[in-house]
Each structure stands twice: as structure tokens, then as C-alpha cells.
Nanobody, 115 residues
């Protein structure tokens, strides 16, 4: 069982940047995919970005060119660099480990973009 702990959320003005980190209690090297999801009030949870075991990445269309997902296998950490933040990026961001048939979730971290 892998435990995930997020950090780095907070309040930022539109156009600003934040970096989220997700630290795993164990190795993430062989986990199929590590993902960042978000859920805004009254909206469904959506996949923001993912990085596969191969290193391939994928992004939600609305964050392409602004967000970058990366991983540090030595530190068992996955990060999400968020630049040019918009009000509509406001949500609770959660780290997810996809390792069929298992799945792991962090507790989530609040990101608020507001002037």
C-alpha cells in the first residue's frame, strides 16, 4: 500500500505560479501512472495531468502549455508546476497513483486563484 501526501497549494493571483508536490511512501518507479486530478465546487473531478511509467505525459487541453508534470524517482515524488494560473484553475488538487488493480489517492490540496 502506497500513501500519497500532497503539498504546495495556496492562494495566488491570476497569472501567478504554484508548484504542487506529491510524495509517496514507497517507490513510484513501477506504478503504471501517476496523475493529478482536480475538483472545483459543483463540478466533476477531472484529470489534469498524468505521467506514465514510461515517462510519457498527458494533459487536460485547458492546461497544456501552462502546467508541467514531472517526477523524481529517487525521491518518490511527482510534481505539478502550474504557471499562468487562471481563476478557473481554482480547485482541490489530488495526487493519484494508478497501478491496476490498485489505486492510491492523496488527501488533496486547495489551490485558489483570485485577485
Amino acid at each position: 500500500q502506497v500513501q500519497l501526501v500532497e503539498s504546495g497549494g495556496g492562494l495566488v493571483q491570476p497569472g501567478g505560479s504554484l508548484r504542487l508536490s506529491c510524495r509517496a511512501s514507497g517507490s513510484i518507479e513501477h506504478i503504471y501512472a501517476m496523475n493529478w486530478y482536480r475538483q472545483a465546487p459543483g463540478k466533476q473531478r477531472e484529470l489534469v495531468a498524468g505521467i506514465f511509467m514510461t515517462g510519457r505525459t498527458n494533459y487536460l487541453d485547458s492546461v497544456k502549455g501552462r502546467f508541467t508534470i514531472s517526477r523524481d524517482l529517487a525521491k518518490n515524488t511527482v510534481s505539478l508546476q502550474m504557471n499562468s494560473l487562471k481563476v478557473e484553475d481554482t480547485a482541490v488538487y489530488s495526487c493519484n497513483g494508478e497501478d491496476p488493480p490498485l489505486e492510491y489517492w492523496g488527501q488533496g490540496t486547495q489551490v485558489t486563484v483570485s485577485s
